[in-house]
């Protein structure tokens, strides 16, 4: 009982001291941070959550609202230095937060090629295959190589992200000429955390009885490989 109430003073203590740190004492910095990172969860003094900014520099928030305690929420944020490093954590530098939002993730494409020539390098035409980069803090960079449309389409995509599946949906607005064709396609994923994510890809010529372009990555883990399907069916093979 008197262990409890030993705690339940010094966690008083603390918070008293961060006040008068902030309020009092006049040991709040006039010069402000202003960045993007990720919320994580500090497994030390009981457990808290940080902020680990995108140039691996380390935040204790004093102030952080609990919608935004979640661990590898990614965010950009506004806020000024506490001086003295008042934080009975005794892990980073502590910050008042000005502003904080969610940054949430996206993606688009960023370039396509004309129709393959198969005299050129990378997998052979019976490939359907997704190669992936990931630089360990935002950006997923993929490439949809013998991805199969018309050989004079438009090209439309939409790529959603929801529970930390990645659909990419390729869609053949026009197709103009009377052939199918190969061709590669290069997707940026931007404001995405490092975590286990399943890939979709929707492809406008599938046929229903067709293994779907679809895997499991562990980008925390692993930051490069490709996946491949077998496809025999026209304009594959």
């Not at 390098?121 to 019976?126: A, H, K, L, R």
């Amino acid at each position: 009982m008197k262990a409890k109430v030993l705690r339940k003073q010094l966690v008083i203590i603390g918070i008293v001291a961060i006040l008068i740190c902030v309020g009092l004492s006049g040991c709040n910095e006039d010069v402000s941070v202003q960045d993007k990172g990720i919320i994580k969860y500090i497994d030390l003094e009981g457990g808290f959550y940080g902020i680990i900014t995108d140039k691996q520099e380390l935040y204790d928030p004093i102030n952080l609202p609990e919608s935004f305690k979640q661990d590898n929420l990614r965010i950009e944020f506004k806020a000024i230095y506490v001086k003295n490093q008042c934080s009975f954590h005794m892990w980073s530098t502590l910050i008042y937060i000005l502003e904080i939002e969610q940054l949430v993730p996206h993606g688009n494409l960023t370039n396509q090629t004309t129709c393959k020539d198969y005299n050129l390098t990378g997998p052979p035409s019976n490939q359907d295959c997704i190669e992936y980069q990931y630089d360990g803090i935002q950006y997923l960079s993929l490439t949809h190589q013998n991805a199969g449309f018309n050989c004079c389409p438009e090209i439309a995509i939409n790529i959603t992200i929801i529970n930390r599946t990645i659909t990419i949906k390729e869609i053949e607005l026009t197709g103009l000429c009377n052939c199918l064709c190969l061709f590669d396609l290069d997707y940026q994923i931007i404001d995405l955390p490092p975590a286990t994510y399943t890939i979709t890809v929707e492809e406008p010529y599938i046929l229903p009885e067709d293994q779907k372009l679809e895997f499991t990555i562990n980008v925390a883990n692993s930051s490069t490989g490709s996946y491949c399907i077998e496809r025999n069916n026209y304009p594959w093979g």
